[in-house]
């Protein structure tokens, strides 16, 4: 009923910028909170940035500064616009949305297929 697709990883080299984008379809009467996750090889998934409906920001101590969060509500899109990256800041990249339906008017968490940003000379 509700998808994430994600759009705009790739190579990059170390202190270049990446933008990300998430768009949320289906029959959402509205969102919560969106966000971005990582997971590097061998590591755990681990919170990169969140927003809430209301513009609210959280960030992972290790990309203050230098990612930023946006969203559009009247689009159902988060983006995440990433600076200076790093090699540490390789992974897949998912976009994470707490999504309420016009079927039951409960919300859910859903998730994105990932996009893999990988930062490399």
């Known amino acids: 009923q509700v998808r994430l697709v994600e759009s705009g990883g790739g190579l990059v080299q170390p202190g270049g910028s990446l933008r990300l984008s998430c768009a949320a379809s289906?029959?959402?009467?509205?969102?919560?909170?969106m966000g971005w996750y990582r997971q590097a090889p061998g590591k755990e998934r681990e919170l990169v940035a969140e927003?809430?409906?209301?513009?609210?920001?959280n960030y992972a101590d290790s990309v203050k500064g230098r990612f930023t969060i946006s969203r559009d509500n009247a689009k159902n899109t988060v983006h995440l616009q990433m600076n200076s990256l790093k090699p540490e800041d390789t992974a897949v990249y998912y976009c994470?949305?707490?999504?309420?339906?016009?079927?039951?008017?409960?919300?859910?968490?859903?998730w994105g297929q990932g996009t893999q940003v990988t930062v490399s000379s």
């Open positions: 927003i809430t409906s209301g513009g609210s920001t």
């Open positions: 289906g029959s959402i009467i509205s969102i919560n909170a």
């Open positions: 994470n949305a707490d999504v309420g339906l016009y079927s039951d008017r409960e919300y859910y968490s859903y």
